[in-house]
């Protein structure tokens, strides 16, 4: 049976599930029905200093709904915790005592001074939580405080905060990163410089979900107004693999542990954050929509497809994907594929030929001998996939690379290995091949 404890940064949890932190983890309560379900490890809520900040009363969530009312994207604007910094110290060291084998760790966020950094995590520390991760990404409320993404932002603060970090605790130090910033690996790169001994990402993205249009207001709102909040959930999955994937495959912050958070709501959705170098994965828009139950067919689903493949421990999945992800300039151009319809699973509907027809290459054809008829004409499919894409029917339009012969389309013969690099299309291929000194005949 696969082995699904992790060890990430020193801290030991029995399953790399933890939830974020957010409000699933904002009290005792919460966290010990956690821990009961089977939660690994949780982040607990940020802390920061005293008085605690006050949240709205009122609305604080926005979602967008797929049409059958499945959460696809999720919204907040609610701060920090709003509860006093004893009573969450005061939980937090009953917690740990009550479930040592959890990982619990600590998220953290006060004013940009070193002062105010050494004073809360010595008072962390005491409670016996297992690390702390430091809050550089909330993109609202906090930000315009001078704190939360507004320190995100900025790699030397990043790197700045992380070593003051560093030197006043014992505790590992995870910097959570922002992902409203345009290049993530210079924050990542400014974390590994501080000292950090792991990142977790990604935060939040900045976000407005949508406009009353009776009252003119964006929501959630309060009292007529509306505000930017932070968008998650399954909608921003793919924008947090790729950032997770930059930093796995930047050579200044290989190695560097990675906790990965975006839009994770199955097994699956975990195993690819961990193939793309996550140690670790968080969770917390799924936890809030379905409850903490969740996590029990995440560690049987991971488990059994762990089995199935022979992978005997998570360490053995950390990035296997990230060698396979490459830049756009590297990819082979002389690749080729052809979509393929398999007539006895086509429902005739016609998505593939009117999506082909009005927004792509006309390179299917919808009717034969009078009668609604799918067939994919080779000399003009590009095999871009849009008609796999919007096909209702799983696997009835498929993907066929061409091996041999020539491509229909292009003339150009199928096989061989070209990228931008060395394609004869490519402006600076051109201008090399015409400096070449032009060969003179020998003189007969």
């Known amino acids: 049976m696969a082995d699904l ?3 990430f940064c020193g801290i030991k949890a029995p399953n790399p599930f933890w939830l974020a932190s957010a409000p699933p983890t904002d009290k005792a309560y919460n966290v010990e029905r956690a821990f009961r379900a089977g939660w690994g490890g949780v982040v607990w809520k940020t802390l920061g200093e005293d008085p605690p900040v006050v949240n709205v009363n009122g609305p604080r969530y926005g979602a967008i709904h797929g049409s059958d009312r499945r959460v696809i994207g999720f919204n907040n604007i609610e701060l920090i915790t709003d509860r006093p910094l004893e009573v ?3 939980e937090i060291k009953e917690i740990k005592r009550a479930w040592p ?11 940009c001074t070193e002062a105010s950094w050494k004073a809360i995590l010595a008072r962390v520390e005491e409670t016996g939580a297992d690390g702390i991760e430091l809050n550089f990404g ?3 409320g906090m930000s315009e405080r001078g704190m939360g993404s507004a320190v995100g932002q900025v790699p030397e603060y990043v790197e700045m905060v992380a070593r003051w970090c560093k030197a006043n605790t014992r505790m590992p130090v995870i910097v959570k990163l922002t992902p409203n910033i345009t290049d993530i690996r210079h924050p990542a790169r400014a974390a590994k410089a501080g000292g950090a001994d ?9 976000s407005i979900m949508g406009v009353d249009l009776d009252a003119m ?3 959630p709102a309060t009292d007529g107004y ?3 909040g932070g968008y998650c959930g399954m909608a921003v999955k793919p924008i947090a693999l790729n950032m997770v994937a930059e930093i796995a495959r930047d050579p200044a912050t290989q190695g560097l542990p990675i906790s990965g958070i975006g839009g994770i709501e199955t097994w699956r959705d975990a195993a690819e954050f961990i193939a793309l170098g996550a140690g670790t994965v968080q969770v917390c828009t799924a936890a809030m929509v379905y409850g903490f139950k969740i996590v029990q067919e995440m560690i049987t689903g991971l488990s059994d497809w762990m089995d199935q493949k022979g992978y005997r421990s998570v360490d053995e999945i950390v990035g296997r994907a990230v060698p396979r992800v490459t830049d756009w300039q590297h990819l082979n151009l002389d690749y080729v594929v052809k979509a393929r319809i398999d007539q006895d699973l086509c429902i005739k509907c016609g998505r593939c030929h009117i999506a082909c027809e009005d927004t792509s290459h006309q390179a299917i054809s919808h009717m034969k001998d009078g009668r609604r008829h799918y067939e994919v004409k080779l000399e003009e499919c590009v095999g871009c996939n849009l008609c796999a894409m919007v096909c209702p029917v799983e696997g009835c339009i498929t993907m066929q690379p061409l091996t041999e012969g020539v491509d229909p389309r292009t003339g150009v013969p199928v096989g061989g290995f070209r990228t931008w690099k060395e394609h004869p299309n490519n402006p600076a291929v051109i201008a090399a091949a015409q400096a ?3 060969v003179l005949e020998p003189a007969e």
Request: some cysteine; charged content about 10%.
């Open 138 to 140: 909330c993109p609202h």
């Open 217 to 219: 207001t964006p929501f």
């Open 101 to 111: 084998d959890r990982a619990l760790v600590v998220s953290l966020m006060v004013p």
């Open 226 to 228: 509306g505000t930017h």
């Open 88 to 90: 969450n110290l005061r």
């Open 436 to 438: 070449q000194p032009a």
């Open 198 to 206: 792991a990142v977790s990402l990604i935060n939040t993205i900045n």
């Open 5 to 7: 404890r992790v060890n």
